[in-house]
């Protein structure tokens, strides 16, 4: 049953380790990034999505939500981001993400994301 609630989530999820590599990835990321998941277990997120601003500057690693995360324990949010593709697709979302722990140490973080529309 657990696994319903996984596939069934209406954001993009993607989850990774202490370190950053993915570890998990759910139908509705497969979707938005027009993936297949084992495109992108075991890379670093930096590996398969370039982040840029609505300007279309590249975050700076250490702004970047995954990384935010890892770095402090507490969740981040970017209210308007755009994800580039390596194929060089493109579209604005919406992220937030979170630390998972265990026993108050950082084991992982997650990432949920929608696609959002410029009037958004």
Known sequence: M???YFLSIG???IGADHNGRIMLVNPEAER???WNANEA????IEEVL???D???????LQDRPFRQVLATKKRSRCPRIIILLERRRKFPVTVSAAPILLNNE?????RTF????PAD
């Open 50 to 52: 370039f982040i840029k």
């Open 11 to 13: 954001h993009g999820l």
């Open 32 to 34: 938005l990034l027009s």
């Open 106 to 110: 950082i084991i992982g973080c997650y």
């Open 54 to 60: 609505e300007q279309g500057t590249d975050i700076p």
């Open 114 to 117: 929608r696609e959002t529309n």
């Open 41 to 44: 277990l075991g890379k670093s």
């Open 2 to 4: 657990d696994d319903a």
